[in-house]
């Protein structure tokens, strides 16, 4: 499945994780500064950022799966044929954004497969790069 988020959108969110020194951690394990690419109310991305109470949560949705621009139908439809009814939390790193982010593209890529999670650029003519393997279906969050 592709996913394709506008870059201008990822941008404020690279922005906002290299700016801020603290981050969450991922099952308890600290993998550094990243995004989680979420399917539940929508697929979208999300920084680990700490944010203060005052701050609101800044997320991207995903063109294809985005509940701002479509219907209700058509967005929970989209989720649940790609990532079954209980969603997922995949972590990426920040360093993986940061490569794309050097090309200044229109929009980013996720390529996700059952074993795989590729990241690139619409302005890329080469394939998304693989970038770490997905989790099981049956271990979604």
């Not at 506008?6 to 941008?11: E, M, Q």
């Not at 479509?70 to 939390?89: A, E, L, T």
Request: glycine share 8%; with cysteine.
């Amino acid at each position: 499945m592709i996913l394709t988020f506008p870059f201008d959108a990822v941008r404020k969110l690279l922005s906002e994780s290299l700016k801020n020194e603290f981050y969450t951690a991922v099952n308890g394990e600290d993998r550094g500064k990243g995004m989680h690419l979420v399917a539940d109310e929508g697929i979208y991305l999300m920084t680990n950022a700490v944010k203060s109470i005052r701050d609101q949560m800044c997320i991207v949705f995903a063109d294809q799966c985005n509940p701002r621009q479509m219907p209700p139908i058509q967005w929970r439809q989209f989720k649940v044929d790609s990532f079954g009814r209980h969603g997922i939390n995949l972590f990426i790193p920040l360093k993986e954004f940061e490569r794309v982010a050097s090309r200044n593209p229109r929009s980013v890529v996720l390529e996700v497969g059952n074993t795989r999670l590729g990241i690139g650029s619409i302005r890329d003519v080469r394939a998304p790069k693989l970038i770490l393997p997905t989790p099981d279906r049956t271990g979604d969050l």
